[in-house]
């Protein structure tokens, strides 16, 4: 079974600074997607940004950017120039890529807090 | 309506009770998700419908039963439950495209079950 792990349970970081987000995971397979999404207290589930295993360049969306280390089996969230409206429940998250019905599953960590102050 | 949409936000039901939570994609995916979230707990998929055929079920009590009559709705049925199934049920959709990479999961923005 896949496992994904978020050691920080909460960050704080100051408004306009960079902050990065752990994660780290564990599977045999070699295609896989590696997934970050942010939820706010009003509970939806917002997906920021996507890191496919073949992937050879480091994904970015805006602020956002993965720090994709295959041989470490990381893939680190970094957000920079934080806002306050950055504060939120950050879950990273991975699913399998093959042609079988467990590729469905997106697993999840349990979550990073993040406080951005300002 | 845009993107996936949920009903009720909140419910709160007595262990006799018997309701259902609906979920409606405007993305015009073909595949959709049950999840639950309870407090300190990650995320656990309940069930997974691919073009309207439940294609997974991670081991759910019977007294969570879940409807897809088309790819644009998903429904959970929810009769006597446990206080320990109170959470916050995300429903989520995709294109079901399980070779083309990303194909990320859209979430709604959950229903916060209280069962008493």
């Known amino acids: 079974a896949q496992k994904i792990t978020q050691t920080q349970p909460g960050m704080f970081v100051q408004e306009k600074e960079a902050v990065t987000l752990d994660c780290t995971y564990d599977t045999s397979d070699q295609s896989y997607g590696l997934f970050w999404y942010k939820q706010p207290s009003s509970g939806e589930m917002i997906f920021l940004i996507y890191?496919?295993?073949?992937?050879?360049q480091n994904a970015t969306e805006g602020r956002y950017s993965l720090n994709f280390q295959k041989a470490r089996k990381s893939a680190n969230l970094v957000i920079s120039a934080s806002q306050l409206g950055d504060s939120a429940m950050y879950f990273c998250a991975m699913r399998l890529l093959s042609n079988s019905n467990s590729g469905y599953a997106l697993n999840f960590g349990k979550g990073t807090s993040l406080l951005v102050t300002p | 309506e845009t993107g996936v949409t949920q009903t009720p936000r909140h419910l709160v039901m007595g262990m006799t009770n018997k309701k259902s939570l609906k979920c409606e994609q405007h993305?015009?995916?073909?595949?959709m998700y049950w999840y639950k979230q309870s407090a300190k707990k990650p995320l656990e998929l309940m069930f997974v419908y691919s073009l309207e055929e439940r294609v997974e079920n991670n081991s759910v009590p019977s007294r969570f039963s879940p409807e897809c009559p088309n790819s644009s709705h998903l429904f959970l049925h929810l009769h006597t439950l446990q206080p320990e199934d109170s959470a916050l049920y995300l429903c989520?959709?995709?294109?079901?495209?399980?070779?083309?990479?990303?194909?990320?999961?859209?979430f709604g923005p959950g229903t916060r079950l209280t069962v008493l």
């Open positions: 890191q496919g295993s073949y992937d050879e």
């Open positions: 993305l015009g995916h073909n595949a």
């Open positions: 989520a959709s995709s294109q079901d495209r399980v070779l083309a990479g990303g194909n990320e999961q859209f």
